[in-house]
Every structure is written in C-alpha cells, then in structure tokens.
C-alpha cells in the first residue's frame, strides 16, 4: 500500500496540539524553506475561510502591527462565522466561564486601547524594578529547601513555584490558597489547547472565576497593597474598571504570568545544560544573563504562536491572497529563527548582538508582563547559577519529557543535581 507522506503544513497542527513526533524547530525551518505565509488544514476550521500560519519575521510582524488588516475579535467582521472561542470548540459553558475570550488580549479598538492604559497605570517599569527585592527573596527561599539535598527538578521545586509566588505576591493571593490557583490554572491550561475538545476543564473555570470574585468583594472592603487594590481604585477621566473586566485582567495575569515565565526558566535552564560551553559564558560572566534571557526567548521561547488573527478584508501577505475573514497565526517560534533576521539561527549564542525577537509578540498586544518576566528570568538564571554552579542533568537526555498546553510547549520534570 502506497503510504502517504504528510507535509510540514499537516505536521504543524501536530506541534499545535501537542502530538508530534519530530522535532518542532525542523518542521518550522521546513515551513520557512516552503514560504512565509502558508496553508494549513484546519479540522475544526470553517470552509468559507482558509487558516494560514506565518512563518518569517517580517510577515509575522506585519500581522501583528497592522490592526487595519487584522484583528483578534473575529465577532466584528461581517459575515465571520468565527467566535472567540470557536478554535479550541469548545461548549457554551465553558466559553461563557472563559476569561481568556472577553480580556485584554481579546479585545480590539477601542476596548483593548482603554482596558490597556488603564492596567498600564498599574504596569509600570518603575514598579516592577520595585519588586526586585521580593522576586530575589523568593529564588533564595526555593533553593534554601532543596541546597542540602544536593538534587531537585527544576520545574516543580523551583520553575513552576517562582512565576506563581510572584504573581499571587502581586496580584494580592494569600499564600495558603496558591496550590489551589496553580492546579486550577494547570487543569485549564491542559484542557484548552488549539483545536481540543476538553469539557474537563468546566469545573476549574468555575472555580477559578468564583475564587476570584471573592477575593476581588474582599479587597473592595478591605483594600491592601496589591494590584487587585490598585486595580479597584484606579480611574482615569473617569473611566473605570467594570466589575467583569476587573475579574477577566486579574484571572488573565495569574494565567499569563505564571505558566510562561516557568517554561522561560525550565526550558531555558535545560537548553543552558544542552551547551555546556554557553552556560560556562553564563557562570563566568554573570553580567551576561539579561542578554542570554532575551536569547533563551529567541531561541526557545514559551509560546509557539500568538493568539488567532483574523484578517479584516481582503490582502496580499507573503506572495498569498488572504480573504476577509481567514485565520493567521503567527508562528512566534519560527519567525525567531528566521535566517534572513538573525545569522546562525539555529545556534544558541548568549553574547548574541540581538535584534528584536517576537517571543512577547509585538504591536498593541505585546505582552504586558514583559518587564516583569525580565526581571524574573534575570534573578532565577544569576541566583541557580551562583547558587549551584555544578549543575548537572540528573537523568539521560532522551528521558526529558515535553508537555503542550494551550500552544505552548514545556517540560514536565528537568531533575538535576548540583
Ligand atoms: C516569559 C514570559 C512570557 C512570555 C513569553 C509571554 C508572551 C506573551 C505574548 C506572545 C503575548 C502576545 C500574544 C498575542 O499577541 O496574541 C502576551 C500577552 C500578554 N501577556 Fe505575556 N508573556 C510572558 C509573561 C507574562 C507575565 C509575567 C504577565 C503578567 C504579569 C503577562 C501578561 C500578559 C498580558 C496581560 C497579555 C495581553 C496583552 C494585550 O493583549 O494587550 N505575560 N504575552
């Protein structure tokens, strides 16, 4: 029998959902080598309209700076059949419980230009050089419970705990309910990957949302110093936070600020184990690791993609004739290793001389958190590194296991000893 060869176009679903059976960088170049803009066959997609993913830098940028050309709320083109939530098909119930469908990152102009500015006002660059000191508190306290042992992983003792400690910190969450947070956004965050029908993840929506409303009724009374408090009393000409947008933003940066910067840490620590001679740079020279950070994102960055586009009218992009209404996504992971943009693009290099990387994403979306996940990445690689200087792989490579949630790619465990 005649067996079917299946194209890098079909591969890319796979890296999507997370079946995959080839290493995601090779199936990436090969898109590269077959064009910037490319047809992909969508299970769940609607006929009318065609997916496309983007593979270069520059076409990928232009999708997302160009908001006369593309859009995130597919409800406001004519004739669209697309809702929010319709690429991970999921039920009525979850999406009306799905904070990631009507927040900041879902939203056009002018929603997302007003929501924004008014979350800005509590984003700024000078509170979170302000957090330093608390985020270096909580790297120390994580490696004092495991110094002894000699060993731990990676992710569970330290990656995935800093990020939410961070957050939760920031955001107001008392320590005692963190677990709690954490497994419900891990249970959603497996359950809602592009394309999967998981009605699983209803429960922890709901409880997520409910824990959050409290919390949000017990701030209103009894305000402290944390950004839901701030959050609450900020207005700006009169123009306020509504009860539903304050719930979304706070339960969007709990889940935006913790899954991604713990990926930013593990990943980013075995791809240091993978070349020996970067990591040695690193120990040597300890000034370099915001540069290997913003590498470590180039190279190997959290999110494989940004959310869906939704082309506005017709265009041309990338030699491609995109009809209104088609779905792009920008292949975040690929254009930053685009070989015209960056030289040796596949080679890890912390003394890179780097252009600007997409792995935050670029135009009126890109990531709030970015200042924050910097001074994270910052602390956690120069405190592991002073800390444990010997730092050693634990168990043979081929064991590492990766997991794919919600089109980002991470490790399960990374053990090491030190
Ligand atoms: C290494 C860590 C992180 C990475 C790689 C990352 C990546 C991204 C990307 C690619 C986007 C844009 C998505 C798009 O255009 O579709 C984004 C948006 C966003 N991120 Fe992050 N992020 C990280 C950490 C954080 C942190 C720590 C926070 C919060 C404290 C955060 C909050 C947000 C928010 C609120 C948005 C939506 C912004 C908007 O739509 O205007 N992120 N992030």
Not at 87 to 109: G, H, K, Q, R
Not at 143 to 169: F, R, T
Not at 206 to 227: H, M, N, S, V
Request: charge should be negative; include cysteine; glycine fraction near 6%.
């Amino acid at each position: 029998m005649e067996s079917k060869q299946i194209t890098p176009e079909q591969e890319v679903l796979g890296v999507l959902g997370g079946k995959i059976n080839r290493d995601p960088f090779a199936v990436f170049e090969d898109l590269r080598n077959n064009g910037s803009v490319r047809p992909i066959p969508m299970p769940m997609g609607d006929p009318e309209n065609q997916t496309w993913i983007v593979t270069h830098m520059d076409q990928a940028k232009q999708v997302l700076k160009d908001q006369a050309t593309f859009c995130v709320d597919p409800s406001t083109i004519e004739k669209s059949s697309y809702t929010k939530t319709s690429l991970i098909n999921s039920s009525e119930e979850v999406s009306s419980n799905l904070f990631l469908s009507n927040s900041l990152n879902a939203l056009d102009e002018p929603d997302h230009r007003r929501l924004r500015r008014l979350v800005s006002r509590a984003f700024t660059p000078k509170y979170m050089e302000s957090l330093r000191p608390s985020v270096q508190k909580i790297a120390d306290d994580l490696l004092d419970q495991v110094q002894d042992k000699g060993e731990m992983d990676i992710v569970v003792d330290y990656a995935y705990k800093l990020p939410i400690n961070v957050i939760s910190n920031m955001i107001g969450v008392p320590e005692s309910d963190r677990e709690q947070i954490y497994h419900w956004s891990e249970v959603i965050a497996s359950g809602l990957g592009v394309g999967s029908v998981n009605e699983d993840v209803v429960k922890s929506l709901e409880a997520f949302g409910d824990y959050f409303k409290q919390l949000i009724d017990e701030k209103r009374y009894q305000p402290g110093e944390d950004l839901i408090s701030e959050l609450i009393a900020i207005e700006e000409e009169g123009d306020k936070l509504t009860e539903k947008e304050l719930l979304s933003m706070v339960q969007l940066l709990i889940f935006a600020g913790h899954e991604t910067t713990s990926n930013l840490i593990s990943t980013g620590t075995l791809m240091l184990l993978d070349h020996p001679e970067q990591l040695k740079l690193l120990k040597d020279d300890p000034d370099l690791v915001p540069n290997a950070v913003e590498e470590l994102l180039r190279y190997h960055g959290p999110s494989t993609t940004a959310g869906p586009r939704y082309a506005r009218k017709d265009t041309e992009l990338g030699g491609q004739q995109i009809k209104k209404g088609d779905i792009l996504f920008p292949l975040l992971k690929s254009a930053n290793r685009d070989e015209q943009v960056f030289s040796d693009s596949e080679d890890l290099d912390v003394s890179r001389d780097l252009k600007r990387h997409l792995a935050f994403g670029q135009g009126v979306h890109m990531c709030l958190g970015a200042p924050l996940a910097r001074i994270e990445g910052d602390i956690a690689f120069t405190t592991l590194l002073k800390r444990m200087p010997d730092i050693k792989l634990s168990i043979p490579r081929e064991q590492v296991q990766w997991q794919f949630k919600l089109a980002a790619q991470g490790l399960s465990s990374l053990p090491v000893s030190f």
